[in-house]
């Protein structure tokens, strides 16, 4: 077993949150070329360099097989469709300057899967940017994501995440521009021994700029979930601000959470908090809601909608919101 999707902060150690391990197997497959042995758990050490990936970072190590750069605005979807049974997709792209556009990655997969998309978002652009992982329930899945933001550049990341009995995601955005935001909200939902992790990692340059992180979940059954979220106000990033949650909703006595949200601050003149909760249910308002005339199950799936759309209250229209909600559906095994 090897250690994977390590953060390098100090604390971390206390926490034991840098424990989660895959089969040497799944780290040595051919399709695996990007997370070798180097994605092994940091020496804690406080000057340890953050590692974008799971082990590398994008570099011309990295060779992107499909690269895309958006020249034009457009209200409409440009989409990306990754589904095979065993692959390795590396994404490059691009969007130009005063561009305006949204993006649909969508991946699924029956059996491995190895993700790494790179987004350089130019000065003055703005993007909707949505990673749809809808995965099989027996699947393993790492996915790596670079983020790049100039000048007055705005991403809204919406990372929806069901299924895949593990999955390991990373993600981490550069904000060097003046007046850049990146706001990255994220759903996740873990069933029978699902085991997932995510590190999300954000830094901050540039002045002016705001750095959010917002990320709702529910674990049932023996799920196992790890959260690693980081915000790095860097020196000279005046008048920004991080400002990170995380709230996982436990829908069974055996599922385990463990989160660590991070905010480092090398600047004295910015705005950061963080926060994470954890807690069950409530049985009055299980109790009032069966009162209705729904059954337990119709009542869970009522209170876990309520929280996801907190998120999903806030993607476009023009991304697969009914899709997302009826996949929460499916993975909670009930179904109208």
Request: glycine residues 10%; hydrophobic residues 35%.
């Given at each position: 077993m090897k250690y994977v999707n390590?953060?390098?902060?100090?604390?971390?150690?206390?926490?034991?949150?840098?424990?989660?391990a895959v089969a040497d197997e799944l780290i040595n497959m051919?399709?695996?070329?990007?997370?070798?042995?180097t994605a092994l758990v940091?020496?804690?050490?406080s000057n340890v360099k953050y590692a974008n990936t799971l082990g590398q970072t994008f570099d011309d190590k990295l060779k992107f097989a499909h690269c895309y750069t958006i020249l034009d605005s457009s209200n409409k979807l440009v989409t990306f469709d990754f589904d095979n049974e065993n692959a390795t997709y590396n994404t490059y792209i691009t969007v130009s300057e005063n561009v305006n556009t949204n993006i649909l990655i969508n991946v699924k997969n029956s059996n491995f899967n190895f993700s790494a998309c790179k987004i350089d978002v130019c000065k003055n652009a703005h993007v909707n940017l949505m990673f749809l992982c809808n995965f099989d329930k027996n699947s393993t899945n790492f996915m790596q994501f670079d983020v790049n933001l100039s000048d007055f550049a705005k991403l809204n990341t919406y990372f929806i995440n069901f299924g895949s009995k593990t999955s390991v995601a990373n993600y981490h955005a550069n904000l060097n521009g003046e007046n850049s935001t990146n706001n990255l909200y994220s759903i996740y939902l873990g069933k029978d021994d699902n085991k997932l992790d995510l590190n999300f990692h954000m830094d901050v340059y540039g002045k002016n700029s705001n750095a959010i992180m917002k990320v709702?979940?529910?674990?049932?059954?023996?799920?196992d979930k790890h959260f690693k979220g980081t915000i790095n106000l860097h020196k000279g990033c005046t008048k920004s601000v991080g400002d990170e949650t995380e709230e996982c909703l436990m829908l069974s006595n055996t599922a385990h959470s463990i989160a660590m949200p991070n905010i480092l601050c090398d600047e004295e003149d910015v705005n950061g908090k963080h926060a994470t909760s954890v807690g069950k249910v409530d049985d009055k308002v299980l109790f009032y809601l069966m009162s209705r005339g729904l059954t337990k199950q119709e009542a869970i799936m009522l209170v876990v909608n309520?929280?996801?759309?907190?998120?999903?209250?806030?993607?476009?229209p023009v991304f697969p919101t009914t899709e997302i909600l009826?996949?929460?559906?499916?993975?909670?095994?009930?179904e109208n």
């Open positions: 390590p953060t390098p902060i100090r604390t971390s150690i206390n926490y034991g949150i840098n424990s989660f051919g399709a695996v070329q990007y997370a070798p042995q940091p020496t804690g050490k709702i979940g529910a674990l049932q059954d023996s799920a309520a929280g996801f759309q907190n998120i999903i209250s806030l993607i476009p009826k996949q929460t559906l499916k993975e909670l095994n009930y």
